[in-house]
């Protein structure tokens, strides 16, 4: 069993920068995948970023290219989110969730653990 916990949610103002973490504990795989997701209120959830633990290939959706940055610190069994010139669209329940097969897939279904969510508020 996986147990995920993500912090550093908060309210920034426009332009500003967050990092989320996600820490995990419980059984992890090198060949896990977690990824980052999000949902709005009033819309679906949607894929963000995603990074395997070993290592390797990383994804990210259009809308995180070039502002957010994953990466992983595997001594402490975290992952990050790193956030940066945040906009008011990008306010939202941030999810980090741990995918057990190695490939990196952006659809939320396929994810088998999940955290409970940080809040992330952009005011304009």
């Known amino acids: 069993q996986v147990q995920l916990v993500e912090s550093g949610g908060g309210l920034v103002q426009a332009g500003g920068s967050l990092r989320l973490s996600c820490a995990a504990s419980g059984r992890i795989s090198s060949y896990y995948v977690t990824g980052w997701f999000r949902q709005a209120p009033g819309k679906e959830r949607e894929f963000v970023a995603a990074?395997?633990?070993?290592?390797?290939?990383?994804s990210y959706a259009d809308s995180a290219k070039g502002r957010f940055s994953i990466s992983r610190d595997n001594a402490k069994n975290t992952v990050y989110l790193q956030m940066n010139s945040l906009k008011p669209e990008d306010t939202a329940v941030y999810y980090c969730?741990?995918?057990?097969?190695?490939?990196?897939?952006?659809?939320?279904?396929?994810?088998?653990?999940w955290g409970q969510g940080t809040q992330v508020t952009v005011s304009s």
């Open positions: 990074c395997r633990w070993s290592g390797g290939p990383i």
């Open positions: 969730a741990v995918d057990t097969s190695p490939f990196i897939r952006t659809n939320s279904d396929v994810y088998d653990h």
